[in-house]
Each structure stands twice: as structure tokens, then as C-alpha cells.
């Protein structure tokens, strides 16, 4: 079971904003800061927002992201088909000493 | 561009060892720190090993202490893992990453290979 919770799936229809939220504690994404990360299918990870809520160049501006307390949610707004992969959130835990991720979200494009 | 391509993995026996390999090209390679992450089979990402880019600074997580050797050979642009005492939970696809970020709480990954899959099974 990962420190950071997810839910295992999310779902939209092209056009749709979407939301995948990311919860964690005082240790974690209260203290530091959180990570975004998309894995198209059979691919390597991909940074995707870095520093709560930056978007690295070449990531489109449909995807923010957003921190409060020990919750995170990333956004995707004008939802395509080409944005159907895993999403999965992190952050550095103070109490574990070591960068922790979530289980990840699988997200469907309807 | 930024290439990180692992290899090493395979198939090993409980208790053997493996030594995995990622070749980086496309960046100073000695500029940078990098990390190990890991993926079981349908499982969430795991933070193996961070090293600094001089390898004066390692970390690893608590799963692999002891067991994992993470290592770095700037001159060849190249950075090693070496598993030894290996269980059945350490299967999965093993990345590469380049690590950003000045200090431990500010890590992140913004590159990463395409990974190599170790199993291990008697």
C-alpha cells in the first residue's frame, strides 16, 4: 500500500475536465513539494508537473496542478485521447527519508 | 537529446545477483545527480537509490539497504546498480533517472530510460 493514496481510475470524455487527487500527510505533501508524473502504455514515466504546480516546456498548459495542506490534485482540462495513460503523484517524506509515489491512477478517455 | 538506456537485467534465482547498467548521452552526464526507480508488475513507482554526481552522496530506501550498490563512472557516462541477495518482491522494471533538485526534499526525475526487467524466480 503506497503513502501517497490515489484512486486506482479515473475516467472523462474528450473536451472533459478531469481531476486526480493525491492525498498524503504532514510528512509528506504537507512539508514538500509534489510531483506529477504520466506513463503513456508501455512507456517510461514522464515529468509532467514538478514543484506543486510547474509545468515543464513541451507539457501543454491543459494539465496544472494544484497543493493544499496534505493534498494534491492534478487537472486536466480539454481532455484528448492521447492523454489516456497512468498518473502518479510524489513528494519527498520526511519520516521515511526517500521519495515516495502514489499507486497511480489509470486514466480512460471515454 | 537526452538518452538513458538501461540494461542488465534477466532472470535470476532467489538469493543471486544482478548488475544493471544505464548509458547517458545527451547532457553532461557528470553535472548531474541520478536516481534508480523501480515498477512491479502492476504495481505503483519505487524509489530505489539516489547518487550525487561527483558519487560522494548515496541514499538508498529501506527495501534494498544492504543489498543494492548504487555506483557511477563518470568517464564512461554510466551509471551501475549492483543487486546482490535478491527476493522475489525485488521484480520489476527498473529505470533510470536523471534527479533534479538542490536538495533530498526537492528530488525529482525529469528524465528517464526505458527500463530493464529483472525477475526473480527459482
Known amino acids: 500500500q503506497s503513502v501517497l493514496t490515489q484512486p486506482p481510475s479515473a475516467s472523462g470524455t474528450p473536451g472533459q475536465r478531469v481531476t486526480i487527487s493525491c492525498s498524503g500527510s504532514n510528512s509528506n505533501i504537507g512539508s514538500n513539494y509534489v510531483y506529477w508524473y504520466q506513463q503513456l502504455p508501455g512507456t517510461a514515466p514522464k515529468l509532467l508537473i514538478y514543484?506543486?504546480?510547474q509545468r515543464p516546456s513541451g507539457v501543454p498548459d491543459r494539465f496544472s496542478g494544484s497543493k493544499s495542506g496534505t493534498s494534491a490534485s492534478l487537472a486536466i482540462s480539454g481532455l484528448r485521447s492521447e492523454d489516456e495513460a497512468d498518473y502518479s503523484c510524489a513528494a519527498w517524506d520526511d519520516s521515511l527519508s526517500g521519495v515516495i509515489f502514489g499507486g497511480g491512477t489509470k486514466l480512460t478517455v471515454l | 537529446q537526452v538518452q538513458l538506456v538501461e540494461s542488465g537485467g534477466g532472470l535470476v534465482k532467489p538469493g543471486g545477483s544482478l548488475r544493471l547498467s544505464c548509458a547517458a548521452s545527451g547532457f553532461t552526464f557528470s553535472d548531474y545527480y541520478m536516481s534508480w526507480i523501480r515498477q512491479a508488475p502492476g504495481k505503483g513507482l519505487e524509489w530505489v537509490s539516489y547518487?550525487?554526481?561527483?558519487?560522494?552522496?548515496?541514499y538508498y530506501a529501506d527495501s534494498v539497504k544492504g543489498r543494492f550498490t548504487i555506483s557511477r563512472d563518470n568517464a564512461k557516462n554510466s551509471l551501475y546498480l549492483q543487486m546482490n541477495s535478491l527476493r522475489a518482491e525485488d521484480t520489476a522494471v527498473y529505470y533510470c533517472?536523471?534527479?533534479?533538485?538542490?536538495?533530498?526534499?526537492?528530488?525529482?526525475?525529469?528524465?528517464w530510460g526505458q527500463g530493464t526487467l529483472v525477475t526473480v524466480s527459482s
Open positions: 533517472a536523471r534527479t533534479l533538485g538542490r536538495i533530498s526534499s526537492s528530488w525529482y526525475f525529469d528524465y
Open positions: 547518487i550525487s554526481n561527483s558519487g560522494s552522496t548515496i
Open positions: 514543484r506543486n504546480n
